[in-house]
């Protein structure tokens, strides 16, 4: 979890400091523009209050997805989803342990600040499997037609029709 605070603190002081790169921007523009500079202290700072506030509204108007920096925010990569501690999976003693698996690493993905793209969120689940997990993984993905991607949703349904028998889930 630390790595994750760290990581969450550094993507606000990049903001921050944007944010400030930008506001003095601005005062420079806007000094250039007025025919007089301001005469005091007091209209410098009240002139660089203003241009924060223009800021923060801004920041708030924003869609979500485009409030890390200003642009558009990268999918979350492994190392985002690593620091959520995903468990690892070998095996299950019991089938609704796999089940439990699954829905876990379904709540990593669901912690990530910026969402993970469709086609990596199989990709980081399979680096999770070991044993005799990883070993079907690695059979499952040599018998598809090459280029193919696996999405979220063929990883979890293979997954569960693997380590799940047919109509428990239902049961329970």
């Not at 301001?38 to 409030?67: H, K």
């Not at 558009?72 to 299950?92: I, N, V």
């Not at 999770?128 to 598809?144: F, S, T, V």
């Not at 029709?161 to 239902?170: F, K, N, R, V």
Request: aromatic share 10%.
């Amino acid at each position: 979890m630390y790595l994750m605070d760290v990581f969450h603190n550094y993507r606000w002081l990049v903001i921050l400091m944007e944010c400030l790169t930008v506001s003095v921007v601005k005062l420079a523009v806007d000094l250039s523009s007025h025919r007089h500079p301001p005469s005091n202290l007091a209209e410098l700072m009240t002139m660089q209050t203003e241009l924060l506030r223009q800021l923060v509204q801004g920041q708030q108007n924003q869609p979500r997805y485009q409030q890390h920096g200003g642009r558009d925010a990268q999918p979350a990569g492994y190392q985002e989803f690593f620091g959520t501690q995903p468990p690892l999976f070998s095996k299950a003693d019991e089938p609704l342990d796999a089940d439990a698996w699954l829905r876990t690493i379904d709540s990593k993905f669901a912690l990530l600040a910026v969402p993970c793209a469709d086609a990596n969120k199989a990709h980081f689940a399979a680096q999770q499997l070991r044993g005799p997990a990883r070993i079907w993984w690695d059979h499952y993905c040599a018998m598809q037609p090459a280029g193919h991607i696996i999405s979220w949703e063929e990883f979890r349904n293979a997954f569960r029709s693997h380590h799940i028998a047919d109509g428990l889930i239902e049961i329970k």
